[in-house]
């Protein structure tokens, strides 16, 4: 069995880690408010991009490797399972969220997770709070939307993962592919050989601490800053799973990197249909998204055990 090459992981994390926390230090001392168009640009060009940056340094200048052993090829790859089966995995995790609110939300009543709502009174008290919240002036005229007799949280739910879809293939998948040659290209690479649940049980904890300091600073759990760093590793490791099972189906690093940028893309919507959550819970990013990434779970543990048992095997490449 192979050995677990800790030099190189640990030159990996140091590096990846480096970038990603200093850039976060200096919008702290900087007084950068998350959210700003400044503190955007800096996680966009230097906080995202780190695990890529720093899988390519180790990789190309420190071991003389190639990035192909990282998934970073279109040769040979399942285009069946690229813009068939991930789009059906997204939608599953998506829907399973939702579903998960309403069911413990909706009709149990558990507080934290709010509950579904989609009526248009929703919708436009949301849209207000939001303007009111950027300083922008209320000209639309809400009331007109009860005249067209449409509900239109149905409209966005359907729209809103189709663009979510486009989203991940396109817009997105650059900054999603500055974290996914990290995580699964360099250390599921590195990792494979631990099996299924230790290489993911790894991955995904240090994918989810990777985050800590801009869960600091307000992103995903603003009310839960420091408790959100624990819910932020479980999610990742909730998801990590679901990532690794994309990268070695598809057969390239763009897969996972297409299904992160569709999440990414639909935490916006989930805000306009999901009413007084706590984001610890009816958040994607929360328990929520912990229980619609364990039904893509569910499915390889009942479906693919095959691919359980070949985890360790997948495209071992010789080492240069």
């Given amino acids: 069995m192979p050995q677990t090459n800790w030099k190189k992981i640990n030159q990996y994390l140091l590096i990846a880690f480096g970038i990603s926390w200093a850039s976060a230090l200096m919008m702290r001392f900087s007084q950068i408010q998350y959210g700003s168009a400044e503190a955007i640009t800096i996680i966009a060009l230097l906080y995202m991009p780190a695990p890529a940056i720093a899988a390519i340094i180790v990789q190309k200048f420190f071991w003389n490797g190639s990035l192909a052993d990282f998934g970073f090829t279109l040769k040979g790859v399942s285009w069946k399972w690229i813009f068939l089966y991930t789009p059906l995995i997204y939608v599953t995790f998506f829907l399973g969220s939702l579903l998960t609110v309403f069911f413990l939300g909706n009709q149990l009543h558990i507080l934290p997770f709010g509950y579904l709502d989609f009526s248009n ?132 690093i763009w897969g996972p990197s297409a299904l992160h940028g569709m999440i990414n893309a639909s935490s916006g919507l989930s805000l306009l249909l999901i009413a007084s959550p706590n984001d610890l819970f009816g958040n994607i990013a929360g328990i929520a998204g912990v229980i619609g990434a364990s039904l893509v779970l569910i499915y390889i543990l009942i479906f693919d055990r095959k691919f359980i048992a070949d985890f360790r095997n997948f495209e071992l490449l010789p080492t240069v």
Wanted: with cysteine.
């Fill in 121 to 252: 009174e929703h919708f436009t008290e949301y849209i207000k709070h939001a303007m009111e919240a950027q300083g922008k002036e209320i000209n639309f005229p809400f009331e007109k939307l009860d005249e067209l007799h449409i509900n239109i949280s149905s409209f966005l739910l359907f729209f809103g993962i189709i663009a979510a879809l486009i989203a991940g293939y396109t817009f997105n998948i650059p900054f999603t592919f500055g974290e996914e040659l990290g995580w699964r290209g360099l250390l599921l690479r590195e990792t494979q050989h631990l099996g299924f649940w230790k290489s993911n049980l790894f991955i995904g904890s240090i994918w989810g601490l990777w985050h800590a300091p801009i869960i600091m600073i307000g992103h995903n759990f603003p009310l839960h800053p420091h408790i959100g760093i624990g819910m932020m590793v479980l999610f990742c490791v909730g998801l990590a799973f679901v990532q690794s099972y994309i990268r070695f189906k598809t057969k390239t």
